[in-house]
């Protein structure tokens, strides 16, 4: 149960969203966890940034690079909360290592990993594998982990949708979650957990 919620988990982290409507939420918010502010102006950034390396390829026709972004800084902050109060971190250094062991060599030609406006959002990414991997080796309680992930209190400006919390993912107010294009195994060879 533990494993297919984190796994399930993983799949949300990268689905991308779609972005329609407008709000009076309060300006420059995109989502709140726990009171940590996600700003629009950081997911704007780094959308941005991954359209100016993604947007003229084919591959990524169609992507939504806010939505990805603002669902990576969602579920990144409650996995580095639900983490950090279990004593567990991820250093860097560990990311650093799985990056390059797994993705790097499905987007050799895109640097989303060392540029700072889009780091954010692949970060995110690799800690659910490697959160995945401590549940599964024991590193982890999964059962501990997914309680604490779980109470965290999300609010997501209306603008982009709602928070979805059996599903762990950003739902847009009018067409709900769509398909990841960054989850295409052409892209990123990502091994399924075992």
């Not at 407008?22 to 989502?31: G, H, L």
């Not at 941005?48 to 800084?73: C, H, I, K, N, Y």
């Not at 996995?79 to 971190?89: F, I, N, R």
């Not at 982990?145 to 209190?153: R, V």
């Amino acid at each position: 149960m533990v494993r297919n919620r984190i796994i399930a988990a993983l799949v949300s982290v990268v689905a991308l969203v779609s972005m329609t409507g407008c709000s009076n939420a309060t300006a420059n918010v995109a989502a709140t966890v726990d009171g940590y502010v996600i700003t629009e102006k950081a997911v704007r950034g780094a959308a941005a940034g991954m359209t100016e390396m993604l947007g003229s390829d084919p591959r990524f026709d169609g992507s939504d690079f806010v939505g990805f972004v603002l669902q990576s800084a969602v579920v990144g902050r409650m996995v580095t909360e639900a983490l950090d109060q279990m004593g567990s971190p991820i250093a860097d250094d560990v990311r650093d290592q799985y990056w390059n062991q797994v993705y790097q060599d499905g987007m050799v030609e895109y640097p989303l990993w060392t540029d700072s406006r889009t780091r954010s959002a692949m970060v995110a990414m690799v800690d659910w594998e490697i959160v995945n991997d401590m549940a599964q080796n024991g590193k982890i309680d999964g059962n501990r982990f997914m309680e604490l992930f779980n109470g965290f209190t999300v609010t997501v400006n209306p603008r982009y949708g709602t928070w979805d919390p059996d599903n762990m993912w950003v739902t847009s107010r009018t067409t709900g979650a769509v398909g990841n294009p960054l989850a295409d195994p052409t892209v990123f060879a990502v091994p399924s957990p075992s």
